[in-house]
Each structure stands twice: as C-alpha cells, then as structure tokens.
C-alpha cells in the first residue's frame, strides 16, 4: 500500500464486467489497473511493485485461466492477496492458493468489497 490506497489489478476479459469492476474498486477508495488477461496482468505485476490484490475471473483466453494465474501470482508474489470469480465454475477455496478468496458471479458489489478490505487489512 503506497501513499495509503491499495492497488488492486482487475484481470477480466469481457471489457463492460472489467469496466464494472473497476468501478466497484475505485468506489471502495482503492487505486484500479486493468488487464485483459492473465499475461497482460504478468506483464503489469512485473513492472510495478505496488500491487496489494489482484481480483481475477476465472475463464479467459491466453496461457493461462485465472486458477493459473493464481498460483503463479501466489509464487512469484507472495504477499499479493487474491480474489477470484467465475460465472461458470463453481470451486471450492481449497483448490485455490491459500489465503485466496472465490466468488460466483454474479456477485455482490459489497460482498467483494467488504472482502477485499478484510484481506488488505490481514498480514498473511
């Protein structure tokens, strides 16, 4: 957290739910970056060291899903906090990285922000 506004990178490739999304963190107060996929969000992640969370959808086109995504964020940045939704698959929070949160879209807009200030305000 810099300056005192967490950053939260939104990985989503369906531009108007990525737009929606990005709304939804700048209205909770933090700073919004966007990708539209998971090498985009690589590429932005290994050019910034401010990133607090990143808030992923599942199924997206490119190398690697957003479970992928998850896992490779969670080793190479391991303080970074996760979030991830999908409408189509439904999964169980064991099967992702640990400390990562899974929503079901869709979502509810205070639900998702309500956990990403819980993970932002946790050390683990």
């Known amino acids: 957290m810099k300056n005192g506004k967490a950053v939260v990178l939104v990985v989503e ?3 108007v739910i990525r737009m929606g999304a990005v709304d939804l963190v700048l209205s ?5 970056l966007e990708a539209h996929d998971a090498d985009a969000a690589i590429r ?3 050019s910034r060291d401010d990133i ?3 808030f992923t959808d ?3 086109p490119g190398t690697m899903d957003g479970i992928k995504l998850s896992y490779y964020i969670r080793d190479r940045w ?11 698959a439904i999964l169980e929070e064991s099967s992702l990285p640990t400390g990562s ?3 079901s ?10 956990a990403m200030a819980r993970l932002l305000a946790s050390d683990n």
């Open 44 to 46: 932005i992640l290994e």
């Open 58 to 60: 599942v199924q997206m």
């Open 78 to 88: 391991p303080p970074v906090k996760l979030i991830v939704a999908s409408g189509d």
């Open 52 to 54: 607090d969370l990143v």
């Open 28 to 32: 909770a107060g933090y700073e919004a």
């Open 13 to 15: 490739d369906n531009t």
């Open 101 to 103: 949160r899974f929503f």
């Open 105 to 114: 879209k869709p979502y509810d807009e205070h639900t998702i922000t309500d």
